[in-house]
């Protein structure tokens, strides 16, 4: 058996994309490592992707001059300290240490 690296199928998670909302987010091996993608078969035109794996919960931190304005991203699974944060990088609770 060769210890090269193999071609996996890529595991859907039920977390909805939140740029097309019809397909559902997917783990894929790049060329990097693991990255999380909106389905191609469900719209393949959706070039929507992650870097850490989606959490399903939509960011609830107050961005804006209205009250009830919110970011509204992703979050992601984080690390050993941060639990979770969000995927926008101009959130300031992406790093929710620094807050």
Known sequence: MSEGKA?????????KCPLCKK???????GRYGLYYTCNADATP???????????GK?????????????CGALMVEGTKT?????SDKACPNRNPHKL
């Open 82 to 86: 941060i639990p979770e944060r969000c």
């Open 58 to 70: 939509i960011c609830s931190y107050k961005r804006g001059a209205t009250p009830d304005a919110t």
């Open 7 to 15: 071609v996996e199928q890529s595991v859907v998670t039920d977390v």
């Open 23 to 29: 397909g559902f987010m997917a783990a894929t091996q």
């Open 45 to 55: 035109k959706c070039r929507f992707n992650l870097s850490a794996k989606p959490t």
